[in-house]
């Protein structure tokens, strides 16, 4: 399960600017790729896409209906 975000992350750019501005469109300028990298320290950027998708992707998967 430690890897379950190489999944999520397939037909995401490679690129961690990219991910950022496809995924979170209007919020880009919110996010910066440094930001991002902090959150994941000592992974490379594929790595940091993937584990960024698995935490979104996982956390909005268990959010409650209001």
Do not use: H, K
């Amino acid at each position: 399960m430690e890897d379950d975000g190489a999944l999520i992350a397939l037909g995401l750019p490679n690129n961690l600017s990219a991910t950022i501005s496809e995924e979170f469109g209007p919020y880009e300028g919110l996010i910066s790729p440094d930001l991002v990298r902090a959150l994941y320290p000592g992974l490379n950027d594929s790595q940091v896409i993937a584990a960024g998708a698995r935490d979104v992707g996982f956390r909005w998967c268990v959010l409650p209906s209001i």
